[in-house]
């Protein structure tokens, strides 16, 4: 017997909460409907809960070779202070730059990602759950979205030291995805670790 519209939007809500990571890439192939998208609709879709996946997605990137690359940590930075920002203000749908309107999503490309990364999402999934989740939105989202950009603004410098961005990257990694999961743990825990990373790097200047 076919779902009704109401049970279809249960189940997409579960799978979101259940499998958040899995259940945003299968919101992505709902917006796409199997055709060529740009970046800036997807983005403004998912609205408020685009903010999270953008800064794991930049901390991602920050871990991998592509972050060593002259420029791409000051890219990444600029990014991620600029989503960060709109965080901070509450907006429910982020401003994207024009460069990054023009990305386009393709649905082949959507599918290459579900192959490649799935795996890697169902063991992030099993691991990520709604969590202390006073610490995921409301004034947390503000301590965090300040945190993001300070860290932001200590790797324009650490750029130019090699591997300098691994740290502050996988904290902001963390706290995307304590945003996208509604996970508290994962936010607290790039909380106190920035204080530690921020805190040695104040006395590191003086």
Known sequence: MAMTEDE???VKFKTQTDAPLKGLLDRVEDISGGQTVDLKTVIE????????????L????????????PGVPMALGVIIILFSAQLLFRKSHPWMPKFLRRVKVTA?????????????????D???????????????LVVTALVAILLAVTMLPLGAVPFGVVVPGFIIGLMGLGITGRD??????????SFAVLVMIFQMVL
């Open 184 to 193: 508290g743990v994962f936010i607290l825990l790039g909380l106190v670790l």
């Open 58 to 69: 930049c901390g991602l990137f920050l871990l991998t070779p592509l972050g060593m690359l």
């Open 126 to 140: 099993n691991v990520v759950r709604p969590r202390l989740q006073w610490a995921a939105r409301g004034p947390m």
């Open 108 to 124: 082949k490309s959507l599918e290459k990602a579900r192959k490649f990364a799935g795996p890697w999402l169902d063991r992030i």
């Open 8 to 10: 279809h939007s249960q």
């Open 45 to 56: 879709a998912l609205g408020n809960r685009s903010f999270g996946p953008v800064l794991l």
